[in-house]
């Protein structure tokens, strides 16, 4: 069985440290990468569209980020026709529910609180893994991007 490949776009290296503690004894292997705001989020997935990096089953993303925020880089891989069969679960301090129907509107798969216990946040990771590792069903490979080349209009 192949590791099951997760992008943490986080730029709270507390956050990421707690994630990969709740994850290292996961039942299913997985391989994190990490970036630290949205426009490296981006880049990464990029790379994956053209293959010069793998693609990850999975990305969690925070909302507040530093260069391009959560909201943008949901925009971005959902308007993707490579990207936008990634699951994103939005994984972010924000309570708001202006934010909770916006980044729903968005299609993100689902949005997580996080929680500011540090026993309580871990559970939130454990609960992820069951469900998305184990309950769900992912695809083995994802098609080729339909268009390698595709860029958002406001690119250049």
């Given at each position: ?98 934010d909770v129907a916006?980044v729903y509107e ?51």
């Open positions: 069985m192949r590791p099951l490949r997760i992008l943490i776009v986080e730029d709270s290296p507390s956050d990421v440290r707690l994630i990969r503690e709740a994850l290292k004894d996961a039942k299913v292997p997985v391989q994190i990468t990490v970036a630290r705001d949205g426009v490296d989020a981006i880049e990464l997935l990029r790379q994956s569209e053209t293959g010069r990096s793998a693609r990850p089953d999975m990305v969690l993303l925070d909302l507040n980020l530093p260069r391009k925020n959560g909201k943008e880089v949901l925009a971005e891989i959902k308007a993707s026709p490579g990207l936008k069969q990634i699951p994103v679960l939005v994984m972010t301090s924000s309570t708001s529910e202006e916006e968005l299609n993100a798969n689902c949005y997580i609180t996080k929680p500011s216990d540090l026993q309580e946040y871990v559970h939130v990771v454990r609960a992820i893994e069951d469900f998305w590792f184990l309950t769900a069903t992912l695809p083995d490979h994802f098609p080729p991007a339909a268009t390698a080349s595709y860029r958002p209009a406001y690119a250049h």
